[in-house]
């Protein structure tokens, strides 16, 4: 990303060229150049986007667009759930934390219902002013995705040991413990392992 955002003619943005970037911004990109986790920044009054290498991941054909582009441009799809948090990080100077949000996105010509934890912080320039914003971002779908198949493996798990016409018990090492495990062990007691 390092190399993109060199290459990149800000001149044509509104930020200009970046040697007339203020410090703060500069400070700020080379932050989340360095950063392990997804991360964006929105800065100026048009929120031109700044990404690292984590977030491009992520982006899938936005990337290498989206660098450099007004927020409310790059993110028109999402603009309906982000936008005003964004805006509200950016005029209230208020940070904000959010799990497990469904923003829709546009990928492979669609558009698709995703998950993210997001992160929002606003961050200030050399006057103490609110100069925009800084996200944190992780796509939660395949978490999500697997913590739904961990469900019906046990929903599985449990209608075969339920449909068994043998019973089934569970014993710990530690306790000793014969535990019934389905319908066939009946209404029977629990027993320890040296009572067999």
């Given at each position: ?20 970037w ?26 031109i ?42 005029g209230?100077?208020?940070s ?24 929002y912080?606003?961050?200030?320039d ?15 779908a395949?978490?999500?995705q ?50 067999r």
């Amino acid at each position: 990303m390092a190399r993109l955002i060199r290459r990149t003619d800000w001149a044509a943005t509104s930020l200009g060229s970046p040697e007339f970037w203020p410090a703060v911004l500069v400070s700020y990109v080379n932050m989340i150049l360095a950063a392990p986790l997804p991360m964006e920044l929105f800065w100026g009054d048009e929120m031109i986007v700044f990404y690292n290498d984590a977030m491009a991941a992520t982006l899938t054909e936005r990337h290498p667009r989206l660098l450099g582009t007004p927020g409310r441009k790059a993110w028109s799809d999402a603009w309906p759930t982000v936008g005003e948090q964004l805006e509200s990080a950016y005029g209230q100077g208020t940070s904000m934390s959010l799990k497990n949000v469904t923003v829709l996105l546009f990928r492979g010509g669609r558009l698709e219902q995703t998950r993210w934890d997001y992160s929002y912080s606003p961050v200030f320039d050399s006057l103490g002013e609110v100069a925009r914003v800084l996200v944190i971002a992780q796509e939660v779908a395949g978490e999500t995705q697997a913590e739904a198949a961990r469900q019906m493996s046990e929903q599985r798990l449990d209608l075969a040991m339920n449909s068994a016409e043998l019973g089934m018990w569970s014993t710990t090492r530690r306790s000793g413990w014969w535990l019934p495990m389905n319908a066939c062990t009946g209404s029977s007691v629990r027993r320890r392992s040296e009572d067999r």
